[in-house]
């Protein structure tokens, strides 16, 4: 695939157009290798303008917690490009959605979802984790207890500056999912 990906990359760039590969984590929850790994980087990084990396979707139903951890996406970056070499291709993801863990597994929560769920929740408080860099909401409905991780302002930020600290540049996933007041940040 790399050779399929490397001839892309030139048509690409002899037609004047970016090359955009979108390209899974390199290490999953619990440290399992990714599909895509620094040799895979390092083999494209010539022929690619751009790697989105998708940096959510850590945690799930079967597993769940906190749709990007901090030290999670730190290690992605630096599992790929250790030295630091041309981190400037990478674009870390940044995901304009959540995640509803209820006992029957759970799903994703767009903004209007996300909107709903508070309205039908007075009183319920953001709680924030320090430890991944994440807000979560617990509420109890007729349906039961429901854990909800959700993007804020400030989660949004810690990873900007991650991004900043890091050398990267950002992709969001995707446009008209969050909050509208999620845009104030650019």
């Avoid at 440290?31 to 790994?37: E, H, L």
């Avoid at 991004?163 to 940040?185: K, N």
């Amino acid at each position: 695939i790399a050779t399929v990906l490397t001839l892309l990359g030139s048509s690409f760039q002899s037609a004047g157009l970016l090359f955009v590969l979108v390209i899974p984590p390199p290490v999953y929850q619990g440290d399992s290798p990714g599909m895509f790994d620094a040799t895979d980087y390092s083999r494209l990084v010539a022929s690619v303008d751009y790697f989105s990396l998708m940096t959510y979707d850590y945690s799930s139903p079967a597993r769940p917690g906190p749709n990007s951890p901090l030290d999670w996406v730190r290690r992605c970056v630096e599992t790929l490009d250790p030295g630091s070499t041309s981190r400037s291709k990478i674009l870390l993801g940044l995901n304009m959605y959540g995640f509803d863990y209820t006992s029957q597994g759970g799903g994703h929560v767009l903004g209007r979802d996300f909107v709903e769920l508070l309205k039908t929740s007075p009183g319920s408080k953001f709680q924030f984790d320090s430890s991944s860099g994440e807000h979560f909401l617990e509420v109890k409905t007729a349906d039961g207890k429901h854990t909800v991780f959700y993007p804020s302002l400030h989660s949004l930020q810690l990873r900007l500056s991650l991004a900043e600290e890091l050398g990267t540049g950002l992709s969001i996933w995707e446009l008209g999912q969050g909050l509208d007041y999620f845009y104030d940040l650019f």
